[in-house]
């Protein structure tokens, strides 16, 4: 698909006779890189200020971004659906990117929730190329002994997961030590500064716009990296 400044807009069946809403954002460049099915997180939806601004970001950087929302978010409602119902959401929107963009290079992640999700995904053998992960939800806010990490030892592609070090779901000492045990293929990359919607202080002589700009080239060098 040759690059465009105008995207599509699709209705993808998940199950059950449910749709869902899906955006592709192409990217502003050719040849591209690679698709990334973006999943947002648990209070946001596809067309959020966080999922737009990551995604105006990675387009410029040959990255086609495919925004969706859960089927939650489509109902109007505001909870979170099963894991089981949110992993069939990224399955069929997955799926039907590939159908519509023709093989490419893969990759699943997304914000918070949905990055966990698809991360669950892979570690069941879901056929990707890479995970790109923002925000990764360690734990719940004020409590880390409630680990999210059982499932990450199973995944098998390279992994690049983006957390502010002011990020109340993910405490620095904590993921330091998932990841030493994850080998080679999780790579981690700590945003100073930010919290877990990548805002950062006044104070730290930073903007948010520094952050977005620091997750796009990190997202660019590490993608770069896979093609090596």
């Known amino acids: 698909m040759p690059a465009s400044r105008v995207g599509a807009t699709w209705q993808v069946k998940v199950d059950a006779g449910e749709e869902t809403a899906a955006i592709l954002d ?31 970001r990675l387009r410029p950087r040959g990255f086609h971004v495919v925004r969706f929302n859960f089927l939650y978010r489509e109902r109007g409602s505001s909870r979170p659906d099963p894991m089981p119902r949110l992993k069939d959401c990224i399955v069929a929107v997955a799926s039907h990117a590939r159908e519509r963009i023709g093989a490419q290079k893969l990759i699943l992640g997304g914000r918070s929730l949905g990055g966990r999700a698809a991360s669950m995904l892979a570690a069941e053998g879901f056929a990707c190329d890479g995970l790109l992960l923002l925000a990764y939800p360690l734990h719940p806010a004020g409590q880390p002994e409630r680990l999210r990490d059982a499932h990450l030892g199973q995944i098998k592609v390279p992994v690049l997961c983006l957390n502010g070090t002011r990020d109340a779901l993910c405490r620095r000492d904590l993921m330091e030590r998932v990841v030493d045990r994850l080998a080679g293929r999780w790579t981690m990359h700590w945003l100073e500064g930010a919290d877990h919607a990548f805002h950062v202080l006044k104070s730290s002589g930073r903007s948010d716009g520094d952050v977005l700009n620091e997750i796009a080239d990190a997202s660019a060098a590490w993608e770069s990296g896979l093609r090596s």
């Open 26 to 56: 192409p990217a502003l460049t050719s040849p591209t890189v690679a698709l990334f099915v973006c999943a947002h997180g648990a209070g946001g939806h596809m067309a959020d200020r966080g999922m737009v601004a990551v995604t105006e």
